[in-house]
């Protein structure tokens, strides 16, 4: 330390005994100092002149059209739009590729490119993959496009030339041995004196060490002057070169400070801090896109929202798919095809459902063809209704419209059925009725046999009225209670009434009948019931043992009454037992067709139960007889 202090008062000594010395010192000092407080001066409005800053703008955004809603937004289109009428920067409308290289080369001091994806990542809010839009910057990498005595030299982390302000980069050699370079990276910064071949001069060499691990270096050459005041003021030197150093900083940082702003914009919310006024019109722009988009967002999301309530709660299924994958399917779509909607949309129409007639469907459509067909699946059938979305004659993608059809399938069986049976069962006493008076007619009937024959027919003819008033009664049933009276109905009463009317019939069988039991009202249709108890009776008495038993009990509890009839007949078998309630069925034809059955007794006990919401229990066993219970709620139908 004494060493330095006694050579800085030498050369201090020796400068002031020399007034060019002291001048040319003074200018030593001086001078850096200007040209540093020029540079400030120069970076402290980085603003003031922004029109000759050129800023390369690519629009590569491909704009957005949903398959649903023909409406295109373009985001990128509407940027462009609003840059064209800012004169606050010197925008250069050009492509991405050009662009990035003229920042590169330094011909444009930023460059903007709106990415194809920017409008569709925009409306991403209709997907559960939400993704940001984004706008891709890049800036101009070189400290400096001035030059100047001052020579700057940007080096990699691996002593590579990445930049230098005289030579050309990709020619000069690794300058990772410098020293200067490698005291940089040991201490942070370093600085040689030493002579450089590639100016020819005795050069001065600072290098520091970046945050991002490169090395940025300094150097001036240092002419006769300096080399003459070398010797005697050592210190003043430094200084100057620190003051050299100070002032690149400050245009670095400064620098710095004017990027900054830009890259850290927050574009969703321009206005929220204004970092520089000269842009706020820019800003305010940006703004009223925002809200124009958000607006438009919106809306589409109500449509949206409006779409779901719609559909969520319809009771048809409903699938929408595009050329390539499902875009929505319903909740009844879900449950019918039994599939969660996470795992189908924006997924191939496979993960819905395997079903070729689906497949064929859906093939068609995408097509251009209006396609309908029954599909089964699970035990069910659907129909199914698919047709084309088209725009301007192109085929986007299709619409699946599923309902279920299988209970309207088996109504339709059950109707065919049932017309099939009802010419069969009036053929039948039709056929024996016109036989019989065809053989009177033609005098083929002894005089002895015509009676026997008469009563034939009258059998036959009673036997047909007796049908075709089932069948009345039974179409009545299934058409409600719109034409039929309700009453309070005492039905220990009219189980008497019904006994008195089979009491000929039960002891031409020599059949016992018991009612048990005490008054049971309930609120009904007198006629239904009536119907309901009188076809129960009478077949305890047809399908009776001679010498039988016929039970009819009726009794109350807390919530139900109870209507019973048991016989000592022949009974069911288990199998059969819910099948003599459907219409024309019979255990036992032969012994129907004697007893004069219709078919449709039972089935007309099952519809009247339905329609006082009463329940049917059957216990019977073949050769033990049957018993069948009613309970009719307390509660009126």
């Not at 071949?197 to 970046?210: N, P, R, S, V, W």
């Not at 719609?310 to 409903?318: R, V």
């Not at 003819?461 to 039974?474: G, S």
Request: glycine share 6%; aromatic share 8%; hydrophobic share 40%.
């Amino acid at each position: 330390m004494k060493m330095i202090w006694g050579i800085f008062k030498r050369d201090m000594c020796h400068a002031t005994r020399n007034v060019i010395a002291v001048i040319v010192s003074m200018g030593l000092v001086v001078v850096p100092a200007l040209y540093a407080w020029f540079n400030i001066a120069a970076s402290w409005d980085p603003y003031g002149n922004t029109k000759a800053l050129k800023v390369a703008v690519a629009n590569n955004d491909k704009g957005y059209k949903s398959d649903l809603i023909p409406v295109r937004v373009n985001v990128g289109e509407t940027i462009i739009s609003t840059l064209h009428a800012n004169d606050q920067l010197d925008w250069q409308f050009v492509k991405s590729d050009k662009a990035i290289d003229g920042v590169k080369s330094g011909e444009y001091y930023a460059a903007i490119v709106i990415p194809k994806g920017f409008s569709a990542d925009m409306m991403t809010l209709f997907s559960p993959d939400i993704k940001h839009a984004q706008l891709k910057y890049y800036l101009n990498e070189k400290i400096s496009s001035l030059k100047s005595d001052n020579r700057i030299t940007l080096l990699n982390t691996d002593g590579t030339v990445l930049y230098d302000s005289l030579e050309d980069a990709s020619a000069m050699g690794n300058h990772g041995n410098r020293p200067e370079v490698k005291e940089a990276e040991k201490k942070g910064s370093g600085e040689m004196l030493r002579y450089s071949e590639t100016l020819d001069k005795q050069t001065f060499y600072y290098a520091i060490l970046l945050e991002d691990g490169k090395i940025l270096r300094v150097s001036r050459s240092i002419d006769s002057v300096l080399g003459y005041l070398q010797s005697g003021i050592t210190l003043v030197a430094v200084l100057v070169l620190a003051i050299i150093g100070i002032a690149f900083f400050v245009i670095q940082n400064q620098t710095k400070k004017l990027v900054e702003p830009i890259n850290t914009m927050d574009l969703e919310h321009p206005l929220r801090h204004v970092e520089y006024e000269e842009l706020r019109p820019l800003l305010m722009r940006v703004h009223e896109q925002n809200r124009q988009i958000a607006g438009q967002i919106q809306e589409l999301k109500e449509r949206h929202e409006e779409y779901l309530a719609i559909t969520e709660n319809m009771k048809d299924g409903l699938v929408v798919a595009s050329q390539t994958e499902v875009l929505s399917i319903n909740k009844a779509a879900q449950e019918l095809f039994q599939v969660q909607a996470s795992d189908c949309i924006r997924r191939p129409i496979s993960r819905v459902s395997r079903n070729k007639e689906l497949k064929k469907a859906l093939d068609g459509a995408l097509a251009g063809e209006h396609i309908e067909t029954v599909l089964e699946t699970h035990g069910r059938f659907y129909q199914l209704l698919a047709n084309p979305v088209k725009v301007t004659g192109k085929t986007y993608g299709a619409v699946i419209m599923v309902w279920d059809i299988t209970e309207k399938n088996a109504a339709e069986q059950m109707r065919r059925e049932f017309s099939a049976n009802v010419s069969h069962e009036l053929k039948t006493p039709l056929m024996s009725i016109s036989g019989y008076a065809e053989l009177i007619e033609n005098g083929m009937v002894q005089p002895a046999d015509i009676p026997e024959f008469a009563s034939r027919i009258h059998q036959e003819a009673n036997r047909l009225t007796a049908l075709v008033q089932d069948i009345i009664q039974l179409s009545k049933l299934e058409e409600g209670t719109s034409q039929m009276q309700e009453e309070v109905v005492d039905l220990y009463e009219l189980t008497e009434d019904i006994g008195a009317t089979l009491h000929h019939a039960a002891k031409k069988k020599d059949i016992t009948m018991k009612i048990e039991g005490a008054t049971q009202e309930i609120t009904g249709v007198r006629q239904i019931l009536y119907e309901m108890l009188y076809n129960l009776m009478d077949n305890g008495i047809k399908y009776n043992v001679e010498h039988g038993i016929l039970w009819v009990r009726m009794w109350k509890t807390t919530d139900k009454i109870y209507w019973q009839v048991e016989d000592t007949g022949i009974g069911i078998a288990k199998e059969e037992q819910e099948r003599v309630y459907e219409r024309f069925y019979r255990v036992d034809k032969s012994h129907s067709r004697q007893t004069g059955g219709t078919g449709l007794g039972l089935s007309i006990v099952k519809h009247g139960a339905a329609l006082h919401h009463a329940q049917i229990r059957t216990e019977s066993q073949p050769g033990q007889g049957t018993k069948i219970t009613i309970g009719f709620p307390l509660d009126p139908i």
